[in-house]
């Protein structure tokens, strides 16, 4: 079965740069998105078709991509950052979501 | 503004059947084109895609739960359900409905999430 790897956890201090990876074979030919969690709350969309920002999401959030890896920058990171940040894409052959593991950003 | 809000047992038997309604409100869940999915969470753990329903009624599920996994539509309710069969503890969990637009071929986001709802597997 299909899998995004990303690390369990990034920490950062306030204001430095947070850069949180997710890995998957066919991220080359699908899109990725990222969502934020935090505790107690449903995720929430920040980044779609690998670099989009959605309306209302902080222009600190970027997104980019490079073959296998998609990855999420959060610059100036804030204390309300802190959360649980999951990748998301399709298999190969884009019938099948699956979400990454999950990335813990600690803010100092 | 589009909603999404689950609704069903929070407690279930292993080896029943688990069955969630999500109900959408501020768009009709026929127009357009849009993913409905299920999405589910244990605690502590990380989000699992479940399945999901297009507009026009096909569905796609996860390999690792398909045998046990139905989702349907009811338009007239505005409404989109789903059912997982033969349940064990390992299926407690958060779980979530959620929409992604489908206009764009290979570019589904999901950008409208309900709330959650817990459900426990248990005697």
């Known amino acids: 079965s299909y899998e995004l790897t990303q690390p369990p956890s990034v920490s950062v201090s306030p204001g430095q740069t947070a850069r949180i990876t997710c890995s998957g074979d066919?991220?080359?030919?699908?899109?990725a998105y990222w969502y934020q969690q935090k505790p107690g709350q449903a995720p929430v969309l920040v980044i779609y078709k690998d670099s989009e920002r959605p309306s209302g999401i902080p222009e600190r959030f970027s997104g980019s991509s490079s073959g296998t890896t998609v990855t999420l920058t959060i610059s100036g990171v804030q204390a309300e950052d802190e959360a649980d940040y999951y990748c998301q894409s399709a298999d190969s052959s884009g019938t099948i979501e699956v979400f990454g593991g999950g990335t813990k950003l600690t803010v100092l | 503004q589009v909603q999404l809000q689950e609704s069903g047992p929070g407690l279930v038997k292993p080896s029943q059947t688990l069955s969630l309604t999500c109900t959408v409100s501020?768009?009709?869940?026929?127009?357009?084109?849009?993913?409905w999915s299920w999405i589910r969470q244990p605690a502590g753990k990380g989000l699992e895609w479940i399945g999901r329903?297009?507009?026009?009624?096909?569905?796609n599920y996860n390999p690792s739960l398909k045998s046990r996994v139905t989702i349907s539509v009811d338009t007239s309710k505005n409404q989109f359900s789903l059912k997982l069969s033969s349940v064990t503890a390992a299926d407690t969990a958060v779980y979530y409905c959620?929409?992604?637009?489908?206009?764009?071929?290979?570019?589904?986001?999901?950008?409208?999430w309900g709330q959650g709802t817990l459900v426990t597997v248990s005697s």
């Open positions: 066919a991220l080359p030919k699908q899109y």
């Open positions: 329903i297009y507009t026009s009624g096909s569905t």
């Open positions: 959620a929409r992604a637009p489908a206009a764009v071929a290979g570019d589904h986001p999901m950008d409208y």
């Open positions: 501020g768009g009709s869940i026929s127009s357009g084109s849009y993913y």
